[in-house]
Each structure stands twice: as structure tokens, then as C-alpha cells.
């Protein structure tokens, strides 16, 4: 496993425990709702998500690999190559924000 990988682990990690944090401190625990478990799935997932869809945007645009694949398809098929991950990322941001609103 690369640095790279380890680093998104870490990450992702990092930031579900940061978000899990504030959404039961901040938000539930005051106002004296109860958590729940799919609270905390979500919160991962959406994580989850966002970290792999920045992932494999840094992998369409600077992947050797990558510029092979994209010279043989066509603007189609590039742009939505690139829309899914943006995508993505914003369905996770977006939820999330849902989430932590109170």
C-alpha cells in the first residue's frame, strides 16, 4: 500500500471522527435528541465518498495511465468521466450538510 492510500485511510478516518464529534456534541446531545447508529454510517459514507471522488479526480487528470484512456475517448465520455466524481462530492457535501443543520 502507497503513501498515498494510507494518507486517504488516515483522512477519512480523521475527518468521520471530526464530523461525528460536532454532529453528537454539537447538535444532538444539547437539544436532547437520542443518536443513531445510521447517524454515524452516514456521516462515513459520505466521507467515504468525497475522499474517493477527489481520489479519482487527482487520478484523471494527472494519471499517466489515465491520459492514455482519455485520448481514446471522446468528449462524451470525457466529461462525464469527470462530472461523476464532482458529482459525487457534492451529493456527500450535501448530505452531509443536511445532517449537521439544526
Do not use: H
Not at 21 to 27: E, G, T
Not at 30 to 44: H, R, T, Y
Not at 46 to 75: H, P, Y
Request: proline share 3%.
Amino acid at each position: 500500500m502507497d503513501w498515498f492510500k494510507v494518507t486517504l485511510i488516515v483522512l477519512w478516518a480523521a475527518l468521520t471522527g471530526l464530523i461525528s464529534r460536532s454532529y453528537y456534541l454539537d447538535i444532538t446531545k444539547p437539544k436532547g435528541q437520542s443518536v443513531e447508529v445510521s447517524d454515524f454510517i452516514l456521516i462515513g459514507g459520505c466521507v467515504a465518498g468525497g475522499i474517493s471522488s477527489l481520489n479519482l479526480m487527482r487520478l484523471i487528470f494527472f494519471s499517466e495511465q489515465t491520459k492514455a484512456l482519455i485520448n481514446a475517448l471522446d468528449v462524451g465520455d470525457i466529461i462525464t468521466l469527470v462530472l461523476g466524481p464532482v458529482a459525487v462530492t457534492w451529493v456527500a457535501v450535501r448530505e452531509t450538510q443536511k445532517l449537521l443543520k439544526p
